[in-house]
Nanobody, 124 residues
């Protein structure tokens, strides 16, 4: 079992930046690949980014590629999502998730553990 807690969300103007953190506790963090997903009101949860167990392999949704960076620090049991050049359409609740696999996935149904989410609001 692993517990995940996100932080770092908030209100930011378009063009601004935020860094989300995902603190993990429980089993060894490096056992899991992790991902970030988001859900806007009235929409399905969508993939944002994923990173493998070591941090050496990442993948992004086209909508955030070049603006967002996913990373992790296994020594600190923490994952991160650096979000730059934010747009109003990035407004959503952001969730981190862990999958019992060395490599992540873009499908939310494949993840085993989820955080409670953190709200990101981008004003125009």
């Amino acid at each position: 079992q692993v517990q995940l807690v996100e932080s770092g969300g908030g209100l930011v103007q378009a063009g601004g930046s935020l860094r989300l953190s995902c603190a993990a506790s429980g089993r060894t963090f490096s056992y899991y690949a992790m991902g970030w997903f988001r859900q806007a009101p009235g929409k399905e949860r969508e993939f944002v980014a994923t990173i493998n167990w070591s941090g050496g392999s990442t993948s992004y949704a086209d909508s955030v590629k070049g603006r967002f960076t996913i990373s992790r620090d296994n020594a600190k049991n923490t994952g991160y999502l650096q979000m730059n050049s934010l747009k109003p359409e990035d407004t959503a609740v952001y969730y981190c998730a862990a999958i019992t696999s060395r490599y992540g996935s873009s499908y939310p149904g494949e993840y085993d553990y989820w955080g409670q989410g953190t709200q990101v609001t981008v004003s125009s």
